[in-house]
């Protein structure tokens, strides 16, 4: 005790940091990186969902996914429930989107819904491809 009221700011800043850390766990904990997520298309056959609008959607998107802009994504949802205990990779631009629809597969009972951190932004500066049309 009396080290903790001698050293209060030290011991503040580490319970700050460890929580902060901890929030940054829980808080990413659906988030998969480019290359997480090559792994479960690749290994565990995940469904790539593009939830970004046609137009985004036709300048480039990873092979195989499946389109389904954000703002249909709920009325859409039969479309996936094959996929429903499956790996399903979501991505958008950058990661804001994919974060609202990977919310939205879990509500709905979607175990394995993952967001594509940094989107296709984060795709492209890690080299992966792109397809067109």
Request: charged residues 20%; positive net charge.
């Amino acid at each position: 005790m009396k080290f903790i009221l001698d050293h209060f700011w030290l011991v503040a800043l580490a319970l700050v940091s460890g929580g902060m850390l901890l929030w940054s766990m829980l808080r990413r904990s659906y988030e998969v990186t480019p290359t997480e997520a090559v792994m479960l298309i690749n290994h565990a056959q995940a469904l790539v969902l593009d939830v970004r609008e046609a137009a985004e959607f036709a300048a480039g998107h990873i092979a195989d996914a499946h389109h389904i802009p954000l703002s249909q994504l709920k009325a859409r949802l039969p479309e996936l429930q094959k996929w429903k205990d499956k790996p399903i990779v979501i991505n958008c631009q950058a990661g804001r989107r994919s974060a609202q629809a990977c919310a939205v597969l879990r509500k709905h009972g979607f175990s394995q819904a993952h967001s594509l951190a940094g989107g296709i932004a984060a795709w492209q500066a890690a080299k992966l491809p792109l397809v067109k049309g």
